[in-house]
């Protein structure tokens, strides 16, 4: 999605600024209509409205979580454009969703973009790679070696 990096420590959500859920960043969106691509190719083993889960064929994978809080909006606002459990190439769509009006609901559009299960080693490198300011949807956000 098309907005502007930041660190996770920006993100207005304890357990993802805090980096407990794991390492990454996070992308505060443009407030327009758009659709969320996979980050990476692979399988979306989980899919929810405001979340969902590429694990790649070497195991990596990468959670992407639609603004916070937004588990409570009970779906409302999100278009699911894939199915959990199928393969998806990395930047095909995967919901579609409008960041203007999560935000006039009163919630955080904020979408954090965490490499789950990364050892330590990997943590440190991957914060060292996000690249803040603006990124197009096509746009590398961190690089998992």
């Known amino acids: 999605m098309a907005g502007r990096a930041i660190g ?3 993100v207005p959500d304890a357990v993802f600024a ?3 859920v794991g390492p990454g ?11 969320v691509l996979s980050p990476i190719s692979g399988i979306l083993v989980k899919l929810k409205p405001h979340a969902f889960v590429v694990t790649a064929t070497d195991g990596r994978g990468v ?4 603004g916070i809080d937004t588990v409570n909006l009970d779906g409302g606002g999100f278009v699911l454009l ?8 990395a930047g ?3 919901v ?8 006039a609901c009163g919630l955080s559009p904020v979408c954090p973009v965490i490499a789950l299960d990364a050892d330590p080693a990997s943590a440190a490198a991957i914060a060292a790679s996000v690249a803040l300011g603006p990124v197009s949807a096509d746009d590398r956000l ?3 070696a």
């Open 92 to 94: 095909a769509p995967v």
């Open 63 to 66: 959670l992407v979580h639609l």
């Open 8 to 10: 996770l420590d920006r």
């Open 96 to 103: 579609r969703w409008n960041p203007a009006a999560i935000e």
């Open 18 to 20: 805090q980096a407990m």
């Open 82 to 89: 894939a199915e959990e459990g199928g393969p998806v190439d």
């Open 25 to 35: 960043a996070a992308i505060d969106p443009v407030r327009e209509p758009g659709e």
């Open 142 to 144: 961190f690089t998992w």
